[in-house]
C-alpha cells in the first residue's frame, strides 16, 4: 500500500551503492618523498571524514569493498607518515570502506614481515567484517589512483611497476610490496608462513602457495600498476634469511602446517590514532 511506499522512499538512512568505477579518480599522480613533510602536513591533508583507528566509509553511498589494509612495521616512522600523506586522500577517492592497521613488531629480535601480516588479519576481523585484506609495505605509495586498493576473483599483486625494479616485473612470479586477497583466498592458502624470520623468500612463498591450490595472479597492467618506494637501507635486525631457499623448497610440504591455523602472537598494546591502529605485537620469537 501507498504507506509502505512513502516510509521507504523518505528513510534517510538507506544510502544507494557506490558506483562500479569510483567518479573522483585522478589518474597518474606525483609523489614526492619529501622529508620537510610533517604529521600537522599529513593529518591537514588526511584527516577530512575519518573515524578513529584510520577508520573510513563514502558519506554518500555504500562501498562494493571492506578492506583491511595491513602494514608490517617496526622503526619507520617516517615513511609511515609519507604512506598515511598519500594513501588516505587516494583510499577516499576509491569509495572503500577501510581500515588502516600498522602491526608493529615488539622488540628487537629478527623482524617477521609475513607473520605480522598473519596478525593484521586476524586482529582486523576482530573489528569488523572485512572481506579484502591489502598486505602493504610501509614504503610503497601508489603513482595512479586507478590501482584500487580491492580484491578481485583471483589473488592481486598490486605492485607490478616499481621504481626501483625500472617500472617493471623483477621476475614473472614475484609478488612482493602491495597484494590482495580476499578473505576466502587468504583462508585457501592457511594465511602465510610464521616461519621466514628476516629478509626475503616470504613473498614467494606466498606465490607458491596461491599456486598449489590452483589460483592465479592477477595484475594491473605496468602503468597503473607503477608504485614508488621511498628509498632505504637494509634495516638492522632484518638480515637476509639464510634459511629462505631450503624453506621455499618445502612449501608444498610444510604450508598446511604453517600458517593461520599455526599463528600464536601476543598483543600488548592497540593505539588508536585517528590515520590508523597501531597493534604492538610480541611475535615470540625463539632467539
Ligand atoms: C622487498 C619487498 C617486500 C618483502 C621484502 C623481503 C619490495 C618493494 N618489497 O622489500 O614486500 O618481500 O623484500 O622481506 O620489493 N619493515 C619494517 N621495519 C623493519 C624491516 C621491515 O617496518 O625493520 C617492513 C616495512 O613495511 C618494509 C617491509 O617490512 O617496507 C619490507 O622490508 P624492506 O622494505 O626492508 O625490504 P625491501 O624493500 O627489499
Ligand atoms: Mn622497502
New binding site residues.
Given amino acids: 500500500s501507498s504507506s509502505i511506499i512513502s516510509i521507504s522512499s523518505s528513510s534517510p538512512t538507506v544510502l544507494p551503492p557506490c558506483p562500479a568505477d569510483p567518479p573522483g579518480l585522478v589518474g597518474p599522480m606525483r609523489v614526492e618523498f619529501d622529508w620537510r613533510r610533517t604529521m600537522e602536513d599529513v593529518r591537514r591533508g588526511s584527516s577530512a571524514g575519518l573515524r578513529d583507528g584510520g577508520r573510513y566509509s563514502p558519506p554518500d553511498c555504500v562501498s562494493r569493498h571492506k578492506v583491511a589494509i595491513i602494514?608490517?612495521?617496526?622503526?619507520?616512522h617516517e615513511?609511515l607518515k609519507h604512506w598515511l600523506y598519500y594513501l588516505h586522500p587516494i583510499l577516499k577517492r576509491q569509495q572503500l570502506d577501510y581500515g588502516v592497521y600498522v602491526i608493529h613488531q615488539h622488540g628487537t629480535t629478527t623482524?617477521n614481515?609475513a607473520k605480522l601480516l598473519n596478525v593484521g588479519f586476524v586482529e582486523s576481523l576482530k573489528e569488523y567484517a572485512y572481506d579484502c585484506f591489502v598486505f602493504s609495505?610501509?614504503?610503497?605509495v601508489p603513482m595512479d589512483d586507478r590501482n584500487v586498493y580491492r580484491c578481485h576473483s583471483e589473488p592481486r599483486h598490486m605492485?607490478a611497476a616499481?621504481d626501483?625494479f625500472g617500472f617493471r616485473l623483477p621476475y614473472k612470479t614475484y609478488f612482493?610490496?602491495v597484494v590482495a586477497l580476499t578473505r576466502a583466498q587468504y583462508m585457501l592458502i592457511n594465511g602465510f608462513s610464521n616461519t621466514y624470520w628476516g629478509?626475503?623468500a616470504?613473498?614467494d612463498d606466498m606465490y607458491k602457495r596461491i599456486v598449489r591450490r590452483k589460483m592465479t595472479v592477477s595484475r594491473p597492467d605496468s602503468k597503473v600498476g607503477m608504485y614508488k618506494?621511498v628509498r632505504?637501507t637494509?634495516?638492522a635486525?632484518?638480515e637476509e634469511n639464510p634459511r629462505a631457499s631450503s624453506q621455499l623448497s618445502l612449501t608444498a610440504v610444510t604450508m598446511d602446517n604453517d600458517g593461520i591455523n599455526t599463528l600464536k602472537y601476543t598483543v600488548k598494546r592497540i593505539d588508536k590514532d585517528q590515520l590508523h591502529t597501531m597493534i604492538l605485537v610480541d611475535i615470540h620469537a625463539q632467539l
Fill in positions: 602494514i608490517p612495521f617496526r622503526n619507520r615513511h623482524f614481515r609495505d610501509v614504503d610503497l605492485a616499481m626501483k612482493g610490496g629478509w626475503g616470504e613473498d618506494m632505504h637494509r634495516d635486525h632484518n
